[in-house]
């Protein structure tokens, strides 16, 4: 196992926050073929921070994948 890179870490959350803040980014939408929500590759990746904020702007905690 290695442990993430806190740089790197930072600054994909940093690309992610600009992201939310731009009109047209849907917090809720599904990607893949596991049907994940960003919330779910946030909070699988280990982005505390970044899933902090994803709940706080309305990211379904319920959305359930198909894995």
């Known amino acids: 196992y290695r442990s993430p890179d806190p740089v790197k870490k930072r600054r994909q959350s940093a690309i992610v926050e600009i992201l939310?803040?731009?009109d047209g980014t849907d917090i809720k939408e599904v990607v893949g073929e596991q049907q994940?929500?960003?919330l779910h590759i946030a909070?699988?990746?280990g982005?505390?921070?970044l899933t902090r904020e994803l709940v706080a702007k309305g990211a379904?905690?319920?959305a359930r994948n198909i894995r």
């Open 20 to 22: 939310l803040d731009s």
């Open 36 to 38: 994940d929500t960003i």
């Open 43 to 45: 909070a699988s990746y």
């Open 47 to 49: 982005h505390n921070e």
């Open 60 to 62: 379904n905690i319920h």
